[in-house]
């Protein structure tokens, strides 16, 4: 375990042991890069109690590092912890850093990420250009609240581990199985190929998500907001669209993934007593 009481001290924003977090932002623009930087105490708590992905180093405002002592003494021997003042951790990150929690995870390959565990996925949501990291995050946040199985996406969406989406994930990117295929046509032949029967939602759907009962195996299919699914991908499916109010015709997609996740959820194990 690291000795959280002997953290390293940083007094140069240009000291060379935390290169990686020098200009999160521009870092973020770095897709696939081998590492990725977690913020927030929440999160931090999820990668260090988590073995799928790796952990190199963390860097904490020195005025919350008691408050975070018991998630740094879970995290592995050689994992180096850091601490700074605000000014220096805000030099180092290039902007004002509120929360004062971060750490550098190390990618997986994502080759490995729709392991032999699939053939017991049930339920699995399926992403087709999803471009915004809040978005991506708090479909993560949903499908783990819900009992998502995995979340897959196509290659032209954003990065589940850019910072801005793990961070709105509450940690749930790191959690719940995920894979990115080259485009959405091969990812919908990977899930019929599994078993999967395809559920694209949509304000065009030909079903109310109400009536619909869900299949031994379903994934649940969604589109970018504005245009929503391609063509293609709603002709391999089976459309279905969630009622509401008059004179309103879309939801976030997020919100539609929560709607849709709970629906399945209690379709299979009858809603929850209060």
Same mark, same amino acid.
């Given at each position: 375990m690291t000795d959280a009481r002997r953290p390293l001290q940083i007094v140069d924003p240009d000291d060379p042991r935390i290169a990686a977090y020098r200009g999160i932002r521009e870092r973020d623009l770095v897709r696939h890069q081998k590492r990725f930087i977690a913020e927030g105490t929440s999160v931090l708590r999820v990668l260090a109690g988590q073995r799928r992905f790796g952990i190199e180093s963390a860097l904490i405002l020195e005025n919350r590092f008691a408050g975070v002592a018991d998630i740094l003494g879970m995290l592995p021997a050689k994992t180096r912890v850091y601490v700074a003042s605000s000014d220096v951790i805000d030099a180092i990150a290039g902007f004002p850093m509120h929360r004062g929690v971060l750490a550098v995870g190390l990618r997986r390959d994502d080759a490995d990420a729709a392991p032999d565990t699939a053939r017991r996925w049930r339920t699995v949501v399926a992403l087709s250009e999803i471009a915004n990291h809040d978005n991506m995050g708090a479909i993560f946040r949903n499908a783990a609240a819900l009992g998502a199985d995995? !979340? &897959?996406?196509? #290659?032209? =969406?954003?990065?589940? &581990?850019? %910072?801005? #989406? &793990? %961070? !709105? =994930?509450? *940690?749930? !990117? &790191?959690? !719940?199985?995920?894979? %990115?295929? *080259?485009? #959405?046509?091969?990812m919908l032949d990977w899930l019929e190929t599994n078993g999967f029967a395809l559920a694209g939602l949509s304000p065009r759907g030909d079903a109310a998500l109400e009536h619909w009962e869900p299949p031994a195996k379903a994934a649940l299919v969604l589109g970018t907001e504005g245009p929503g699914l391609p063509d293609r991908v709603m002709d391999r499916t089976q459309t279905l669209r969630i009622a509401m109010a008059n004179g309103f015709d879309s939801l976030n997609v997020a919100t539609s993934a929560a709607l849709v996740l709970h629906h399945v959820r209690n379709a299979r194990t009858g809603p929850a007593s209060g």
């Open positions: 995995a !979340v &897959l996406m196509d #290659a032209q =969406s954003c990065d589940p &581990l850019y %910072r801005k #989406a &793990l %961070r !709105v =994930s509450v *940690g749930a !990117v &790191l959690t !719940v199985p995920w894979h %990115r295929f *080259g485009h #959405a046509d091969a």
